[in-house]
Structure formats: C-alpha cells, structure tokens
C-alpha cells in the first residue's frame, strides 16, 4: 500500500449516507432524545465537576483573586475551541467528535491518532473524577462515622510515594503530625495495608464502585443517563449558587489584596488545573446522532454551557478568596475547607454531598462519550465490529460501553491524581488543536458541504503577524530577565521540599548542622525540622540563594541546569516554533483568526504542561501506532473499497 494510503480521507457526503442507512433500517442506529436545553445540561454536568470542587483551590493558592483573570483566558481559549467543534458537528453530525472531524480533514491516520488520544480524555478524564469523587465520598462517610480503612480509600501509586516522602521528611525531623494530612494519609496506608510477599494491597474501592454504578446507568439507555444527568446538574447548580450566596457575606476585601500576589508567572501555574476544570464541553459532540436537530442544537449547548460555567467559576473564585487568604486555599477541597475554617460546619456537609453528585455527572458524561467514539472507529473498521454493537433494546454502544467500564474502573485502582489529571489533559488539549487545525484546513474547501453553522469569519493576514510583533515586544521590554533566563537555559534553584526529600540520612545531617551553625541567633535550633529551615529563608530570594549555595550537598541536588533543565522548555520550544510557522501559514492562506486563536491558545496550554506529560503521551500515541499498524490499517472499510 502506498504511503498516501495513510491519508485517506472520508467524504462528508459517505458519512450521511452512512447514517442515514443506518436509521432506515434500524441496525446500528442510536435513540434520538436530545434537545439544545438537555445538550447545555450535559455540558454542564461534564464542566462542573472535579475542577470546582477540587482543583480551584491550588489554582487560587498559586494565582490568588487574578486567578480569575486565568478563567476568562481559559474560557476564551475553550470558546475558540468550541467554535470550531461546533462548525464540523453542523457538517458531520455522527458520533466520532473530532475522530471523524479528523478523517474528513486530515485522514486516516491522524485520525486514529485523535481517536486514540480521546481515550486520554474520556477514559482517563473519568480515573481523575473517579478518583476525586472517592476521596469527597469517603470524606462524607467520615463525617458520618463511617471509617473506611485508609489502605481501601487511597489508589497504591499516592500510598506509595506518599510513604517515601514521608519517611525522607520525617529523617529531616519533621514529626509525623506536622506532615500534611495527604502525606500522612498515605504513610498510614502503606504502613497498615495487607501485603502479599513484598507486594501491599492498597486500591481505591469507593473508585471502582461508582464506575460500576455509571457504567450500568450508560448501559441502560440515553434517556435514563439525560434525566439522571438533568436531575444531577439542577441539584449542583443550586448547591453552587447557594455557595456564592452564603459566601458573599463573608468576603473580606483585604484579602483580596494583593490581587496578583505572584504575579503571571502565579496565575499562569494554575494553567492545568483551570484548563481541567473546563474539560467536557466537547464530549456533548459524542451524541450527535442521538439529537433531535444536532446541526441547530449541539452549537447552542456548547456555548450556552461555557458561558454558564464560566460566570460561575469567576463569582466561586472570588468568593473563595475573599472569604479567606489565597495561600491557605492548596486544599483538596477547597469549598468545604474554607466554611469549615469559618465554622459553617452545616455548609460544608452540604458541600460534601454536592461534590458528590456534582461529580458523578461528570462521570456520566465521559463514560458516555468514549463508547461512542469507538463505536465509530469500528464502524470504520478501526476497531473489531463488535465495538458498534448497539443493543437493541436499550439503542446504546453496549460492547464499547462494557469495555470503558473496564478501562476506567482497573487504573483507578491503582493510578495517582496528579499523573491522570496532567494526562488527560494534554489529549484534551491535542484533540482541540487537531480541531482548531482541520477548520483552518477547510476553510477554502468547495465541495465540502457545510451545515447551519459557520465560525465568523476574521482575516488573520495581518492581525497575526502584529500580535506576534506584539509578543516579542512583551517578553523583551516588560518581561526580559524571564525571558533571557528561559533563552540562555539560567540555573535555578531548586526549593526546600525538593532539596530534603533528595537526601540521604548522612546528607540530611550534614545540611542540618550546617542551617543550625548559621541560624544560632533567631533560636531555631531547638527544631530538627529541615523543611521548616530552609523556607524561613525563601521570603527573600537573595538569602534563599546565599544559604543554598553554601549547603554541604552535591549541587545536582541544590540546583537545576543544563539539559536536565532544559528539558522542561522544550514543550514551550516546540510552542514557539509552531507559532512561527502559523504566522507563515496565516499570512499566505488568509486564515480564519477564531479557530487559528483557538489552535494557539491550547498549543500554548499544553506547552505549559511538564515534559513528563509530554513523554507519556508520545508513548501513549506509539502505542496506538502499533494497533494500527498491526489491525486497523488492513482492516479500515477505505482499505476494501481501494482493493
């Protein structure tokens, strides 16, 4: 097969016709139920979910009140998006979301890419939440006195780390009760599971059994998943607003000063978590075949639903942080966290159920989504026919639906939060720009037949070119050391808790000797904390390097440089390179500016994300080559009709 055979496109025109044949003859065509008022409920239920409940408080702590100012961005980015989204689900209105945008687009094999990726977003979207609706359902049940053991509410990779982090802290003297409670958690996980050989049985139970309960509800039918998600979304929505109302009358406005405590580089941290707390709107583009006028409907409830969650988000983030001080925010549970601390200990119980439903919604509209884009692959012939198996009864993905229960309810086990939220969100944010990308693609395409919605039009020619003059302007007059520091690859110091969990006990006494000797006079000898030390000194930039570069350490463990730093920048490199050659692009091709911003801003999202997640995705994609390249390709419905 020729190389071109890779890029065989399929037309929009064999879709239709596809389905269409699908809905004469009732095989393989789902139930038609969804409205523009139940698609914003979905997206709703899939917004608001983990990323309020959770997330927003380490966002907060890192941003403080112009966090919000990294809502609206976010928002912005996720509209750009959305436009694009919303043009190909009125061109191809199937099941494939940007699967079979991609296909029309861009061809086979990126299409198997983006398919593979939304495995990313769905499928490791619902492990985050699974995880997170587990430790607010636990919470709930220990204020109930129900006490589940730690071992059986804790997935084994946080008990482990936890546990090596605890004990490197705690040779540095930090006592036990001084950890945080996550570190202790973990450590008393580890410490009291059951172990087989050398092997410690510690798995997230709660986890699995809400995948089950979801994964039934999806199974059974989309108008029972639409009235359970319905009921859900009204219930938080009340819980949400009745936050901000109670809350607003404990907003203190000194603590909303300063506004930007950490300036950008602080606001621009909470990239990730703010960026998660977005996740979901595109999962609606799944049942486009299961809506009433998906061409008129699916546009509406995607902007209705990102313009509502928005709104919210802002009026949440300000209340939070004018309630208490940005920097006691990095909480898990940020909400109930903040009435517990100002003694509303109803409002926090109230909270806790909220977050509960809020976030099983959540579940719901992911383990919806990822059957359905299987179920296209494998009417592709991506994947094995029984993939689009639909039940005749129930009118639902039945196989697909089983196999993501499976998908998502094994890793959930075992896997961390931090790992899964960064991993889903870097296929999220590659599905967008893929998207934003195959909009730019068709723009000037004649035979494509287009739907009721079109992204407006702007001409990028000349506007792009000047905010990129615009930029260099920025980094270079108003943000320079930053930027040289970033150009010439500038060692940096590593901080406190990276330095201590580093060391080795005859390395810890050694640093301990050494700050004791140099810090006689303020009295702190009479702690072994190492920890407690070292930040007394990281208010003042200046004596935080003086007191790091004379510790009795290796400098490998004070200091980041060479490729072992410049690794981290090479996201934000191949960022900057593309951004290049998208001005290029833009000014000879007349670009629609929407969805080329739309491209630009979740490329530069994902720049911001570590190289690790970088790293892991490309494995991730290699992977799903090698399944191609060992199945899919001989086996693709475009392979039979070239023989």
Known sequence: MALKGLFRKKTVQDILKQVEKNNADGHNALGKHLTARDLTAFGIAAIVGAGIFSTIGKASADGGPAVIFLFLFTAIACSFAAFAYAEFASMVPVSGSAYTYSYVAFGEIIAWIIGWALIMEYAVGNITVA????????????????????????????????????????????????????????????????????????????????????????????????????????????????????????????????????????????????????????????????????????????????????????????????????????????????????????????????????????????????????????????????????????????????????????????????????????????????????????????????????????????????????????????????????????????????????????????????LVSVDAKNATTGTPDLELLLNQYQQDDAKYASVISDLPVADSIKYESGFGLFKHKIPMWIFLIVLVGLSVWSFKENLSLIPLLGLICCLYMMAELSVWNWIYFTIWLLIGLVIYFGFSRNNSKLNSIEA
């Open 131 to 514: 995880i997170s609706w587990s430790d607010y359902f636990t919470g709930l049940l220990d204020s109930m006195g129900i006490h589940l053991p730690q071992y059986a509410q804790m997935d084994y990779l946080s008990a482990s780390n936890g546990f090596k982090d605890a004990t490197a802290l705690m040779q540095g003297g930090k006592t036990f009760e001084n950890l945080s409670l996550a570190t202790q958690g973990a450590y008393t996980a580890w410490t009291t599971s059951p172990v087989i050989g050398s092997f410690h049985l510690v798995a997230d139970l709660p986890a699995l059994l809400i995948i089950v309960l979801i994964t039934a509800l999806v199974y059974r039918g989309m108008k029972e998943s639409r009235n359970a998600s319905n009921i859900m979304v009204v219930v938080k929505l009340c819980i949400v607003l009745l936050v901000i109302a109670v809350g607003i009358f404990y907003v203190d406005v000194d603590n909303w000063h300063p506004f930007a405590p950490n300036g950008a580089t602080g606001v621009l941290k909470g990239v990730s978590a703010v960026f998660f707390a977005y996740i979901g709107f595109d999962a609606i583009s799944t049942t486009a075949e299961e809506c009433k006028d998906p061409q008129r409907d699916l546009p509406k409830g995607m902007m209705w639903a990102i313009i509502i969650c928005t709104i919210l988000y802002i009026a949440i983030a300000l209340v939070l942080t004018g309630m208490v001080s940005y920097n006691e925010l990095n909480v898990g549970d940020p909400l109930a966290f903040v009435f517990d601390k100002l003694h509303l200990k109803w409002m926090s119980g109230i909270i806790a159920v909220s977050a509960v439903i809020a976030m099983a919604s959540v579940l719901l509209v992911f383990q919806m989504g990822q059957p359905r884009i299987w179920m296209s692959m494998s009417r592709d012939g991506l994947l094995p026919k029984r993939f689009s198996k639909v039940h005749p009864k129930f009118k639902t993905p039945s196989y697909a639906t089983i196999v993501t229960g499976f998908v998502v309810a094994i890793p959930a086990l075992f896997l961390n939060l931090t790992m899964v939220t960064d991993l889903c969100s870097i296929g999220t944010l590659f599905a967008f720009v893929l998207v934003c990308a195959g909009v730019l693609a068709l723009q000037n395409r004649t035979d494509i037949p287009r739907g009721k919605f079109k992204t407006p039009y702007v001409n990028s020619k000349f506007i792009m070119p000047v905010l990129l003059i615009m930029g260099l302007v920025f980094s270079f007059g108003y943000n320079k050391k930053n930027t040289m520091d970033f150009i010439t690859n500038e060692t940096q110091i590593n901080n406190s808790a990276g330095i201590i969990t580093s060391l080795n006990k005859e390395e810890t006494q050694k640093v301990y000797n050494y």
